[in-house]
């Protein structure tokens, strides 16, 4: 709570000062929500300013850029796994359009089983059941909380063998359900930035893969490390730019952690 007040008075400090000196042909978002105004023209209150912020900047980029560090490591780790990307994001020409490349089959089975063998957020939200309810032979009272394990259910044997092993091509072979396959949660709690952060992490895959080189840094098998609800790669997950794609590469790499 204590680390929280701390991030409310940084977050309350920049939004008194964008407020300040709000800058109306900036297209940031904070700035969006400063203009934004409501059925009666009113505009939101700083706690509410506040309050969206914390939502953006944790429950929107610290998943997806989670989500993205793991999609890094495993096409780095198995680099068969690049290459086909590449492979794909070739026949789309020189700029491709964003919307035909959220929709390349191969750049979306990556995605996914990235989300699925660690899923950022191993457990959705808990649900109190209003009534009783039998799941697996196993009835449940009204007022009991239940969690849904993300996690245990994405590396069920039945559902996707060989659950360790990051295997892109499952997600081509068969249609998983919302039952089986549930990084974003489900029903209607499910997460609302499910189909923003699938949009962001397959352009930003795309941007980045199609114009540089990488190479990961260590050989060895990242762990998973909790950081507050996620499951990161420990320490990150730090790569080498060896050069842009078809060009002669750099004598200094520089190194990056994602
Ligand atoms: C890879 C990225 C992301 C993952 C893995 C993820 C995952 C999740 C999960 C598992 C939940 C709980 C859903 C449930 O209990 O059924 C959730 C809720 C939520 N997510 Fe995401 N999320 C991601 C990105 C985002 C983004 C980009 C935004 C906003 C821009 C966002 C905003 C939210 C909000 C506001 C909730 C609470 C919804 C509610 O309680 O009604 N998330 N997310």
Not at 148 to 167: Q, V
Not at 226 to 243: F, I, N, Y
Request: overall charge negative.
């Amino acid at each position: 709570m204590k680390e929280r007040e701390e991030i409310y008075e940084l977050l309350c400090a920049e939004i008194s000062e964008r407020r300040q000196k709000l800058d109306t042909e900036s297209s940031d978002i904070l700035t969006m929500l400063l203009l934004a105004r409501d059925e009666a023209g009113e505009g939101m209150s700083d706690i509410e300013l506040r309050d969206e912020l914390m939502t953006l900047l944790l429950a929107g980029h610290e998943t997806t850029a989670t989500a993205l560090a793991w999609a890094f490591y495993w096409i780095h780790h198995q680099p068969e796994i690049c290459h086909k990307l590449l492979q794909e994001l070739a026949t789309l020409g020189d700029a491709p359009d964003p919307m035909t490349v959220i929709k390349l089959p191969y750049m979306n089975a990556v995605c996914s089983e990235t989300l699925r063998i660690y899923p950022v957020l191993e457990l959705a939200s808990p649900r109190e059941a209003k009534s009783p309810i039998t799941i697996m032979g196993q009835t449940y009272p009204p007022g009991i909380i239940l969690t849904p394990c993300i996690y245990l259910t994405h590396h069920r044997e039945d559902l996707y063998p060989e659950p360790k092993k990051f295997k892109p091509e499952r997600f081509l072979e068969r249609q998983y359900s919302a039952y089986e396959f549930l990084p974003f949660g489900g029903s209607n709690r499910r997460c609302i930035g499910a189909a923003f952060a699938m949009f962001d992490m397959k352009l930003v895959l795309a941007t980045i893969l199609r114009n540089y080189n990488l190479v990961l840094v260590e050989k060895q098998p990242i762990k998973t490390e909790r950081r507050a609800v996620t499951l990161a790669p420990a320490g990150g997950v730090k790569m080498v730019m060896t050069g842009k794609r078809m060009q002669v590469e750099t004598k200094s790499p520089s190194v990056a952690t994602v």
